[in-house]
């Protein structure tokens, strides 16, 4: 019998059992705040399709190679329809695809490695009817370790919030950017085709920034580094939390343009900045003034924020002739840590 109290914020959290023999390693165990159903077999097929409502969760597994799992939804013209299949995100092996099809049997949206390597599915509801949604892993492996929990919903969605760092302590104004957000207006934003609406709101960061919060789903290469969960509620219903990590002074957004030498964002050190590779071959180009002596520590967090990005930074030192011509001299450039953190 598992025991959660009402004031345990939704997210995903670690369980472990703990017997004669000692404690074992610990696995997911997720608090949701929406209605939860367990999955019905057999549905592997349309016509044995389970009918699903809109904001209930539904746990259910790929338990054996070659299974699929169908679910019937009643929609209505108009509805911005997203659906989240969390598998990696609380340790599954399933590898999720996700694929919707019309009252007339057409496919009209397909998902897969979303977020975190999850499917998540946004679609704008053509016509009111009867829609089918077929789950199955991608490569069509299945078992017992093979979990999902599955939301078709109607409610708010954040994909990130910008700037995506906080000073601890401090209350500021940040922008949500998302997907069936109450009061949003479009960004011009676009994620895998799909548009994203933005809203202004004010986030209150812990004083305690020597923290990993707990409720966060963490990737290996996030787990060095404090963070915090945010989480947006709306008349529409709750959205999961995202994370976002501590800042040591006030983050400097980017300016964009900043991509040539003549357009270089002039920023103070030692400070924070934010930035976005916001197009393909995107550069961030950013000048300061130092000091002969001074010594300076500069970090990038792209892939451990959760992103997809791989930066390359590179340090150039600006000198200038007696003609006023500048030329470059590097400094050097930095990849990725290329050490190993275990034994």
């Not at 897969?112 to 704008?124: E, I």
């Not at 492996?141 to 601890?168: K, M």
Request: glycine share 10%; net charge negative.
């Amino acid at each position: 019998t598992v025991t959660v109290a009402g004031d345990v914020p939704a997210g995903a959290y670690e369980v472990r059992g703990v017997g004669l023999f000692g404690i074992s390693n610990p696995r997911v165990f997720t608090v949701g705040n929406r209605k939860e159903i367990q999955e019905t077999e057999p549905n592997n097929a349309t016509e044995q399709a389970t009918p699903l409502e809109l904001n209930v969760t539904v746990n259910g597994k790929i338990n054996g190679a070659t299974d699929v799992d169908y679910y019937k939804l009643t929609l209505a013209q108009g509805q911005r329809l997203l659906v989240d299949c969390f598998a990696k995100r609380i340790d599954s092996k399933l590898d999720g695809s996700l694929e919707l099809y019309d009252p007339r049997g057409r496919r009209i949206a397909t998902a897969r490695n979303s977020v975190s390597r999850d499917p998540l599915l946004d679609v704008s509801v053509p016509a009111n009817g009867d829609y089918i949604l077929r789950l199955t892993d991608f490569v069509y492996a299945g078992g017992e370790d093979y979990p999902y929990r599955l939301t078709a919903h109607t409610g708010p969605h954040v994909d990130y919030v910008w700037p995506p760092a906080a000073v601890p302590g401090s209350t500021a104004a940040y922008t949500l950017f998302g997907r069936n957000l109450p009061g949003g207006e479009p960004s011009g934003v676009m994620v895998n085709g799909r548009p994203l609406d933005k809203l202004a709101v004010n986030i209150t960061a812990p004083a305690d920034a020597a923290q990993l919060d707990a409720s966060l789903p963490t990737e290996p290469s996030s787990s060095g580094i404090d963070t915090f969960a945010y989480r947006f509620a709306g008349p529409n219903g709750a959205a999961a939390p995202v994370m976002m990590t501590f800042a040591t002074a006030p983050v400097v957004s980017e300016v964009e343009p900043n991509n040539l030498p003549a357009q270089a964002q002039k920023i103070t050190v030692p400070g924070e900045f934010a930035g976005q590779f916001q197009a393909k071959a995107d550069v961030d180009l950013l000048q300061f003034e130092a000091k002969a002596g001074q010594l300076l520590w500069m970090e990038v967090d792209s892939q451990r924020l959760g992103n997809g990005a791989d930066p390359y930074l590179t340090l150039d030192q600006v000198t200038v002739n007696d003609k006023g011509e500048e030329t470059l001299k590097r400094i050097t450039a930095v990849d990725d840590d290329g050490t190993n953190l275990l034994p």
